[in-house]
């Protein structure tokens, strides 16, 4: 782990005294106050000299106590482990932040996002076009302002979101969605084509935007566990775990060592059920139904074990505030029928490589370089597939990580197949974490500490390594000790924009192939 003192030492001289609060927080975090104007020097400096890069905006409403918004930009330096947060205030007269989309390209949504919800305008955006807003939001509406007041009606103006439009000979282009057949979440794919070749693809989403943060204000901290694990339905313990550690963070609350290895088996589980199902779901896009049909009878064991964890088939009561919860009960014999099921779904994963039909299609389709990823800030498998070495279980340890071995898969060819792999290695991975954790777990202790007291207004955050990537809470609370603010980030809000690049040069009928590869969140998204 870094000394970050080397770190608060150059930018002390680079950031202007009278404008620039240093301290370090919580052993490997900085925290900054800067001049807005600041921001993107700053932002320059931890890339070029420290490799840091950015991994969250947020915006807070601090009307009328403080007089403006806050803009917080959360750093990262995955290789040393330590993080730089950094706070821009923004008076209510001239709510503007220089855009750092030109130099950061997942900034350009923040930003967006940012602008849509807060009505905070990032001078110098490249695109002015809305992210989250739809065409029926009246134009003065900016729902995560304290002050915000829901329109008791909506109308579409029927206005068109401007696509930008690929224009020549041969070139014409398909629309999909946003209403899909099957029981899917919308989303609108449109595809500028010559002949069946892709050559542009553009996604819009947040058709079915839920206010969840805007639902978690005024919550107590117990009762934002159960809107947490209903972010995305398939990410129960991924969300409920960022969410409860940023609580502990927050409080300085302790986690007795039977509820950290006990935290490691549920979010194994839980990515165990959702890449055998992924595997299956893959082959079946090349017309291998047989996987499939298999998969799924695993993936069906596997909820049943999940519900005798936690009472629940999507591992929800398993994480409380603290710890884990009182329901959650190791069945007899988990390691033995782990071992049974990932023997057979070895065996299906073999039988499918062996079609020559199925890898023909995985292999070489949906391209994705390191260099798009790298610019992405991808996450999970989609990072894993094109040779990015990134998995914050091993790079910001939590629960009981460091104290177990495993191995992170990577592959380099950044294809369907690639993904596909990374998934089955990490099935693999997950019951050798599993079993690990069981071995290691205390007999006897509780399972739960007390939440401490949160300090008001004091910002927190949490990184954890869902089974799609990595997960990131940030909240705040108030003088009452409820919640102020909850920003959550799902790793979809930043693989969704790269599926685009992945079809590039494949053919029209390989997208539905490339998109289970990808398999983002709807929800997670369309917070």
């Known amino acids: 782990m870094t000394n970050l003192t080397h770190v608060q030492t150059a930018l002390t001289e680079l950031l202007p005294a009278q404008t620039a609060t240093i301290r370090q927080q919580r052993g490997n975090e900085l925290y900054l ?51 730089v947060q950094t706070q821009v205030n923004v008076p209510a007269h001239n709510p503007t932040i220089p855009s750092l989309a030109t130099f950061y ?30 065409a029926f939001w009246p134009a003065d509406y900016y729902p995560l302002r304290k002050d915000a007041v829901s329109p008791e009606y909506f109308e579409d103006d029927g206005s068109q979101f401007p696509f930008k439009q690929v224009e020549g000979e041969g070139v014409y282009e ?42 978690f204000e005024g919550r107590s901290p117990a009762e934002g566990v159960k809107l947490a694990e209903r972010i995305s339905g398939d990410t129960t313990i991924g969300h409920a775990l960022a969410y409860c550690q940023a609580l502990e963070r927050l409080a300085g609350t302790p986690i007795p060592d039977r509820a950290r290895y006990l935290r490691v088996v549920l979010l194994e589980m839980e990515r165990l059920y959702n ?31 999940n519900k005798q964890l936690t009472g629940n088939r999507l591992l929800r009561n398993g994480v409380t505030p603290g710890g884990v919860s009182d329901m959650v009960t190791i069945p007899p014999h988990l390691a033995a029928e782990l071992d049974r099921l ?54 910001h340890p939590f629960a009981a990580y460091d104290a177990l071995q495993f191995n992170v898969p990577v592959f380099d060819s950044g294809d369907v197949y690639a993904r596909t792999m990374v998934r089955v290695q990490e099935a693999r991975e997950s019951v050798n974490l599993i079993k690990q954790a069981l071995e290691a777990l205390p007999e006897h202790g509780p399972l739960a500490t007390p939440l401490g007291q949160l300090p008001p207004f004091e910002p927190v955050f949490s990184v954890v390594e869902g089974w799609r990537g990595a997960i990131i809470h940030w909240l705040m609370a108030d003088e009452s000790g409820r919640l102020y603010r909850v920003k959550v980030k799902d790793p979809s809000f930043v693989n969704w924009p790269a599926l685009s690049f992945a079809l590039l040069n494949n053919i029209v009928p390989d997208f539905p192939l490339c998109n289970k590869s990808f398999n983002q969140s709807y929800s997670g998204n369309d917070l």
Request: charged letters at 25%; one cysteine or more; hydrophobic letters at 40%.
């Open 33 to 83: 106050t800067i001049d807005r104007n600041d921001i993107l020097p700053l932002a320059k400096h931890l890339r070029d000299s420290f490799g840091a890069e950015l991994a969250l905006m947020v915006a807070n409403d601090r009307r009328p106590a403080q007089n403006g918004f806050e803009v917080f930009y959360l750093f990262a330096n995955p290789v040393e482990s330590w993080f």
């Open 105 to 134: 390209l997942p900034a350009s949504r923040y930003e967006r996002e940012i602008r849509d919800m807060f009505g905070i305008e990032p001078a110098g955006h490249p695109d002015p076009r809305p992210l989250v807003r739809h």
């Open 342 to 395: 990932l023997a057979d779904f070895n065996e299906i994963v073999a039988i499918s490589l062996q079609n020559t039909m199925l890898t023909d299609r995985l292999i070489g389709s949906g391209r994705l370089t390191a260099a798009t990823v790298q610019d992405h800030g991808a996450q999970g498998y989609i990072a894993r597939a094109s040779g990015l070495n990134l998995d914050a279980r091993r790079d």
């Open 174 to 215: 398909i629309p999909v969605g946003p209403v899909h057949a099957g029981i899917i979440e919308p989303g609108h794919f449109r595809f500028s084509v010559v002949g069946e070749t892709v050559i542009n693809l553009k996604i819009r989403l947040y058709f079915t935007h839920k206010g969840t943060e805007k639902l």
């Open 275 to 305: 890449h055998m199902a992924d595997f299956g779901a893959i082959a079946n896009d090349t017309g291998f139904a047989a996987a499939h049909a298999h998969c799924y009878r695993l993936r069906e064991q596997l909820l049943r074990l």
